[in-house]
């Protein structure tokens, strides 16, 4: 008994110091971005800000073009997730419950997106949105993004109506609703929990993104929050409270998503990563 | 019942649902690359291309001292199996310690999963800052530590396991959350018997848990190689490839070839390399879950 009290204060003592140490980099410069200029340039570094301060919020997110940034990027988020969620469910759905000539050389076509990696057409991606006028467009982005996504929403929300019986459907279609009365009123409204995973999934992606947001957009009006945290750095003379600052903005909504709904995004990441 | 089954089979609905993925795929991912395929066999001026010539410029990518292409290419195998080497490690503690009897467990896993819901771009951010030389407080501790202070990003020597260790603190959480998940598909029953059995918790983990999830700790080393592979934004941010182009992987030199210095053959061709490479990644992927299904 003592030796099993022993394993049990090594594995929370363990715990402990491993969570503190993962969290340590994201307390960093949360302690920078409170800190004034003298205190974050001083050395040793003072692990706890002596005073706090909110000026470089100001300076640094709503009183620049940050705040603006922030709005983009939202504004893609969401257009980004919609798409996607209407293109995949579906195609999930329609891959669930029915049998169709070709359905296996679909799947395979879904499946086979993930060998492409997206260094390898974004000069592809460049020229032609350039010819068809849609360079520096955030509707380019939605688009790119949606695609990027719906591979895996599609398996995510597959497996999801693979796990909901389908009798509800069959009573309905037997009692005269038509099939797609049957998908829209009976099955969707049972696949909120895999909709919500879907949504959680190509939130952190979208928002998180960097490349594509780079190479096609130019404009400064048009960039997102990670684009523009990006200029803000390789800009001369790093304002790090300022940056700092920034930065913790940017983390704010995926961060208080992710606390909100961590057991769907979980579950959407491993019905999408194993693809079974 | 069977008018049911036949709505099931003989339908049209179907082909409209999946018209609008397939579509857009095509689109955005299928006719970029064959178009990149085909940009990667075209002589180009900066951006345009202006003439068919075979496979020369791939021929230039091997051959170019400029270019430097194996340096690159052991640059990203140096990324790879060392973020490789220490997230398998790290992660598979972490899910035997979330996957035992404790308090707090959501508490502890949502922290541990927290770093793999920042963007790149913030964590390479937070760690250029971390890793600052004259008011870092990693400086700081090994000063305390009574070693000499380190340039993390500015010295050859340590540039790429200062990059390989933002790297693995950005993804050890997708590695864990999958272990976690096949360590809590292991059946109760079979631990409990080989207890009776009198074997110990160790051999039971090594005997009994880790020979049931080798599948998923294979399928998670290739999903993180490729991963890891085509990692261009982390390494762009920290070091941009720098210094001595010791951290100078082939993903950020096909990117920074083609939107840095807008050189679109060599950057296109590297493309479709990365692409070959990929693919390879990726076959060997589908043999081991073929290998699986068949048990």
């Known amino acids: ?276 | 019942m069977k008018n049911i089954k036949s709505i099931w089979r003989k339908n049209r609905l179907p082909y409209y649902f999946i018209t609008p993925v397939v579509v857009l795929i095509l689109l955005v991912i299928f006719l970029p690359i064959i178009y990149a395929l085909w940009l990667s066999t075209q002589k180009t001026d900066f951006t345009t291309p202006i003439g068919f010539i075979g496979l020369h410029n791939y021929i230039n990518i091997f051959t170019d001292p400029d270019i430097n292409f194996f340096n690159s290419l052991k640059s990203s195998l140096q990324f790879v199996v060392g973020s490789l080497a220490i997230t398998v490690p790290f992660a598979l503690i972490l899910a035997v310690l979330l996957n035992k009897n404790i308090k707090y467990k959501a508490f502890f896993r949502s922290i541990f999963v927290l770093p793999w819901v920042i963007s790149q771009v913030a964590a390479a951010l937070i760690w250029s800052w971390l890793y600052n030389t004259n008011y870092g407080p990693l400086t700081y501790l090994l000063q305390v530590l009574g070693f000499k202070a380190i340039k993390f990003l500015g010295d050859p020597n340590y540039a790429m396991i200062s990059v390989i260790f933002t790297n693995v603190w950005r993804t050890y959480p997708f590695a864990m959350i999958l272990m976690l998940a096949a360590l809590q598909s292991i059946p109760e029953e079979l631990v409990e018997a080989s207890r009776v059995d009198g074997a110990n918790s160790l051999q039971i983990f090594f005997r009994v848990k880790l020979p049931l999830i080798q599948n998923v700790i294979m399928n998670i080393f290739i999903l993180l190689s490729l991963l890891y592979f085509n990692t261009v934004t982390v390494i762009l941010i920290l070091t941009e490839g720098g210094p001595l182009n010791s951290t100078y992987v082939l993903a950020l030199k096909t990117f920074k070839e083609s939107f840095f210095y807008w050189k679109f053959s060599t950057g296109v061709t590297l493309g479709i390399i990365i692409f070959i490479i990929n693919i390879l990644i990726s076959l060997l992927y589908i043999k081991i879950l073929g290998r699986e299904s068949d048990i």
């Open chain 1, 1 to 276: 008994m003592q030796q099993n009290k022993l394993i049990k204060y090594l594995t929370y003592g363990t715990l402990l110091f491993l969570a503190v140490s993962i969290l340590f980099p994201i307390y960093w410069i949360l302690n920078t971005s409170l800190k004034d200029v003298s205190s974050i340039f001083s050395y040793p570094p003072k692990f706890i800000p002596e005073s706090i301060t909110f000026k470089n919020y100001l300076s640094g997110f709503f009183g620049s073009r940050m705040l603006r940034y922030f709005f983009n990027s939202l504004k893609v988020s969401i257009a980004a997730i919609i798409l996607t969620l209407i293109v995949a469910t579906h195609a999930g759905y329609a891959a669930a419950r029915y049998k169709f000539k070709g359905k296996k050389e679909v799947l395979f076509l879904l499946l086979s997106t993930s060998m492409v990696p997206g260094i390898a057409i974004l000069v592809p991606l460049y020229i032609i949105s350039a010819k068809l006028g849609l360079y520096d467009n955030h509707i380019t982005l939605i688009l790119i993004y949606s695609a990027w996504q719906s591979p895996q929403v599609v398996w995510i929300m597959k497996s999801f109506f693979e796990g909901i019986p389908k009798d509800m459907e069959e009573s309905a279609l037997i009692d005269g609703c038509s099939p797609l009365g049957a998908f829209y009123r009976i099955a969707l409204p049972m696949a909120q929990p895999g909709i919500a995973a879907s949504a959680i999934i190509i939130f952190v992606y979208t928002w998180n993104e960097f490349l594509i947001a780079y190479t096609l957009t130019s404009s400064t009006g048009q960039r997102l929050l990670t684009t523009g945290l990006y200029f803000t750095m390789t800009a001369q003379g790093i304002d790090w409270g300022a940056l700092t600052a920034a930065t913790i903005m940017s983390l704010l909504p995926i961060t208080i998503l992710f606390f909100f709904m961590q057991k769907r995004f979980i579950q959407g990441l491993t019905s999408g990563a194993t693809k079974g």
